[in-house]
């Protein structure tokens, strides 16, 4: 159940080619207030930012870091890339619906806490794995609990961005 | 083990995840109706399910996270939290049901499914929590619920009632939050049932009695008692009829039950000047509120004034704090989520009925006539309401007169008497108004010139919209008939209230549960 985070990287990939081609596209008619050079280094700056914002969510159980932080960076990073494009970019950068990013992420939060009940311990307690997955030393729930957070705090940002760049 | 902690849970993840299938949902109508009824029927289900386990097996806790019962968060039910979620369960269904037939398309696919579950998943975590900061937590989580469902689909009289219940609420959670913050402070403590035994060893009479009326005033403003209740008749009375009956039903009874778990367990016991102190005030709210109630002509209003004056009888059992008068308190009090969340319902269907979205009782009338079914199911919750037998609210009235007499506070039975009859006057002009008086058209004089021709009539709602019989009237009907049934079943009921009240006077087994000592 780690693969959410490494999942997330590939989606980066996507979302940065994405994200490049309609940095390049002309947008005809419309006045833009930001310049060449921001538009075009938040290009470049996005599947960076969320790199990084990947990082200090994977690293944040014992270390600075974690799932709000980590949420925190990356929808800093598509914010910059609705401010320097327009939000019909933003949302195809996003892939899916801001709100269904909360859905998701509540969703594998609850999961997180519910995995536990199964193996008949209370409501959201801890559990680790011994066997290493992919770049994971130790799965654990916790981890999927922050990406849950992870999420959701990117979809209520970009909800509320995106909302009062629409209007 | 397994299934009790499951059961303890239940009644928080169910709306959860409910609400988190409404919003995957979005815009689809239909199947957020569906998931969301399915929702409520299923919580009904796990609260009455975990009342039943409380009552055979005493108090159930589930440690979160499994850490240890003081540093980690616990979760509680005894008799009193878990009835009064059941009770919060029952009332959520039918405010949904309701919002099926009585709101507007934009309201309900803009996302009431999905908040309404997360009120109750707030009120339900509010009755169930063990510690006072998770507390706090319900709280908030019940604000931004209200404050989403109040502001939803929003004209002007709407918002200003939002901002005025948001402010003043933001206001008694920041009050909540400073309290929480001494109490840790002095006590050392957060955990409900091991604060209650630290709370003895405390030497600080006077600082504790300060952190206490913090808590009260917190407590205070979300309960509405005198004299911090003008915000609710403002703000309950705008939204959509199902919203006011879920917040009539849940909101201010949240503010009190906290009140009874943290004065009861916390503050009362250590110091004499809490008894005339809610006396006092309980007897200011009551007549405060009834007064207020029949000074209104709206219907909204007028039910809202009620709600106001009748949380005095309960704030009057726990100022009494004998098991008697809590016990007629708790009783009392879900007896009330009932019937207020009744007569709001019974309050959109008149409103439908006569095509008058404001609920101004002025232009009503003759409703006797063409709505004869609607007319009988007001008696039920009127009757309660005014405390008349065979009624719920008859015997806990009775409960609480017997508990002040016995403790000789005259006065205070003076005024719930008062309230009473002021009550029973204020249901009865409320009838006569809707429904007995002739209708405005004939009133006026002239011939009948036919419901099309009123003026303050608008396109989408007409005189005589019908009410259908499944969405409509079921709901009323069940929560009507809960109220005769816990009126004919007082005995049992009353037993059960004790019960729950003895749990707060005397709280040795729900430390011993909440702190995992052996039964």
């Avoid at chain 1, 950068?93 to 009940?117: E, K, Q, S, T």
């Avoid at chain 2, 303050?456 to 009323?476: C, L, M, S, T, W």
């Amino acid at each position: 159940m780690n693969d959410p985070s490494a999942r997330k990287e590939e989606d980066i990939m996507k979302a940065s080619d994405g994200a490049a081609a309609a940095a390049h596209a002309p947008v005809a008619g419309k006045a833009r207030a930001t310049s060449l050079v921001l538009s075009t280094a938040a290009t470049y700056l996005l599947p960076l930012l969320l790199f990084l914002s990947v990082y200090a969510l994977a690293r944040g159980h014992n270390l600075p870091g974690g799932g709000f932080i980590g949420g925190i960076i990356a929808a800093s990073a598509f914010s910059l890339f609705a401010i320097t494009h327009d939000a019909e970019a933003a949302h195809r950068a996003l892939r899916l619906h801001p709100r269904l990013y909360i859905v998701i992420g509540l969703f594998l939060a609850g999961g997180a806490g519910l995995a536990p009940m199964v193996a008949g311990k209370p409501f959201l307690t801890a559990l680790w794995a011994d066997a290493p997955f992919l770049f994971i030393q130790e799965p654990n729930t916790p981890l999927i609990f922050d990406t849950g957070v992870y999420l959701v705090v990117i979809g209520g940002v970009m909800t509320i961005f995106i909302s009062l760049m629409e209007d | 083990m397994m299934p009790v902690p499951m059961i303890i849970i239940a009644p928080i993840l169910i709306p959860f995840f409910t609400a988190l299938a409404c919003l995957a949902a979005w815009g689809r109508r239909r199947v957020q109706r569906r998931i969301c009824i399915l929702g409520a029927g299923v919580l009904c289900l796990a609260g009455g399910q975990l009342f039943i386990t409380v009552w055979r097996q005493g108090v159930v806790t589930l440690r979160l996270g499994n850490w240890p019962a003081p540093y980690g968060i616990i979760l509680a039910a005894d008799t009193l939290g878990a009835s009064l979620a059941a009770v919060a369960a029952v009332i959520g269904l039918a405010a949904i049901v309701s919002a099926t037939y009585g709101m507007d398309r934009r309201r309900e696919t803009e996302g009431f499914y999905a908040i309404a579950q997360v009120m109750l998943m707030g009120a339900c975590g509010a009755f169930l929590t063990g510690d006072i900061f998770n507390l706090y937590v319900w709280f908030e989580v019940l604000l931004i619920a209200s404050f989403v469902l109040l502001s939803l689909g929003g004209g002007k009289a709407q918002l200003e009632g939002t901002v005025k219940y948001v402010a003043l609420n933001m206001v008694a959670s920041a009050i909540f939050l400073a309290a929480v913050g001494l109490f840790y402070g002095v006590v050392g403590t957060l955990n409900l049932a091991d604060a209650a035994v630290k709370v003895a060893e405390v030497n600080a009479p006077a600082l504790m009695g300060a952190i206490g009326l913090m808590f009260l005033l917190a407590f205070g403003i979300k309960a509405a008692i005198f004299p911090l209740y003008f915000w609710l008749p403002a703000a309950y009375p705008t939204p959509s009829f199902p919203v006011s009956a879920l917040f009539g039903g849940l909101l201010t009874k949240v503010g009190l039950y906290a009140m009874i778990r943290t004065h009861g367990l916390l503050f009362i016991p250590h110091a004499d000047f809490w008894g005339p102190l809610l006396l006092t005030l309980a007897g200011l709210t009551m007549i405060a509120g009834m007064m207020g109630a029949l000074s209104q002509r709206g219907f909204g209003r007028i039910i809202s004034f009620n709600l106001v004056g009748h949380m005095g009888y309960m704030l009057m059992g726990l100022g009494l704090f004998s098991p008697m008068g809590l016990a007629g308190a708790i009783y009392y009090m879900a007896a009330d989520m009932i019937d207020i969340a009744t007569l709001f319902l019974i309050g959109g269907a008149v409103a439908l009925a006569t095509g008058n979205a404001g609920g101004d009782t002025r232009r009503m009338g003759g409703l006797w006539e063409r709505r004869p079914f609607l007319a009988a199911l007001f008696i039920a919750p009127a009757m309660s309401l005014s405390g008349l037998p065979p009624m719920a609210g008859f015997w806990g009235k009775l409960g609480l007169l017997r508990a002040a007499l016995a403790d000789r506070h005259y006065w205070i039975a003076t005024a719930a008497l008062a309230a009473a009859f002021l009550t029973l006057l204020s249901m009865a002009r409320l009838w006569e108004a809707v429904f007995w008086k002739p209708p405005p058209s004939e009133r006026h004089g002239g011939p009948e010139r036919g419901p099309e021709r009123r003026p303050e009539q608008r396109p989408e709602q007409r005189p005589d919209q019908n009410i259908p019989f499944v969405r409509g009237y079921a709901p009323i009907l069940v929560l009507a008939g809960l109220s005769l049934l816990l009126g004919l079943l007082a005995e049992p009921a009353f037993q059960v209230a004790r019960s729950a009240a003895e749990n707060i006077i005397d709280p040795a087994a729900y430390i011993r549960a909440a702190l995992g000592e052996a039964p």
